[in-house]
């Protein structure tokens, strides 16, 4: 298979153990995985609505958060970073047996995946913010998906895991703009598996955006999100 399973509490031969090698880099310096720290806007505006978000939904056996490229220091993005914070509140404070899946390979040339930075990024904010005691709780609740570029491909590599974990409700964290084609690629392939999925979308992203007049980007991923769907699309047109 494609796919890799990585459990943050674990340590296996070769791999890196977050709670014995934080800050560790690939060298086995001391800078190499630190993460930046998120703004205290993004803290705001999540942990304000993540609660609000997930009301109404059932107890989840997991979350699963997709990935996001890694800025040029090969630390998560503003677009990751939004996502992990939504996913950190929801597994506190409403499914704190839940495990995360974190999804997201190797891109942009990046010496480290997509789903390991986030990791280390999740695990050096939640000490940080919520103390050593949440930050070693949530060591063993990561699992690694380090194999998917894509959202088609991170459906087709962690519908495995889901089954083998034994998944039956499962959440999935993306931002407002990624959210309905991931659910809906997702569902297509978790559905006949009776797989149960409920989206949970990062709120107030196009808001903030739009406040700091960051109208280029928005625009960038519009026209990204659109073109992905045509792909979607064309790709049913090609099988009927």
């Given at each position: ?8 509490g674990?340590?296996f ?7 014995r ?10 800078k190499g ?8 806007n993004?803290?705001?505006y ?15 056996d ?34 704190p047996?839940?495990q ?20 280390h ?5 939640v ?21 998917s ?5 991170s ?12 998944w039956q ?17 997702f569902?297509r ?5 009776r797989?149960?999925l ?16 960051r ?15 045509l ?5 049913r047109?090609?099988?009927?």
């Amino acid at each position: 298979m494609a796919w890799e399973v990585v459990a943050f509490g674990l340590h296996f031969p070769g791999q890196l153990n977050p709670l014995r090698d934080w800050g560790r880099g690939p060298g086995g310096g001391g800078k190499g995985l630190r993460p930046l720290a998120p703004s205290p806007n993004l803290n705001h505006y999540l942990m304000s609505n993540a609660g609000l978000m997930f009301k109404g939904h059932p107890t989840l056996d997991g979350l699963i958060v997709l990935g996001s490229r890694l800025n040029p220091q090969e630390k998560p993005g503003r677009v990751a970073r939004l996502r992990l914070l939504h996913a950190l509140k929801i597994w506190n404070e409403h499914c704190p047996k839940a495990q995360i899946l974190i999804t997201g390979g190797y891109t942009g040339g990046a010496a480290i995946s997509e789903a390991r930075a986030m990791a280390h990024w999740s695990l050096a904010w939640v000490e940080e913010n919520w103390g050593s005691e949440i930050k070693e709780r949530l060591a063993p609740c990561l699992i690694l998906e380090e194999a998917s570029r894509n959202t088609l491909a991170s459906v087709h590599h962690t519908l495995p895991l889901i089954i083998n974990l034994k998944w039956q409700v499962v959440g999935l964290v993306s931002d407002i703009l990624h959210i309905r084609r991931a659910h809906y690629l997702f569902k297509r392939h978790f559905s006949p598996h009776r797989i149960t999925l409920h989206p949970l979308p990062v709120s107030g992203v196009l808001k903030h955006y739009w406040k700091q007049r960051r109208f280029l980007w928005l625009s960038k991923m519009a026209l990204r999100e659109g073109g992905a769907w045509l792909k979607v699309l064309g790709r049913r047109v090609v099988r009927k």
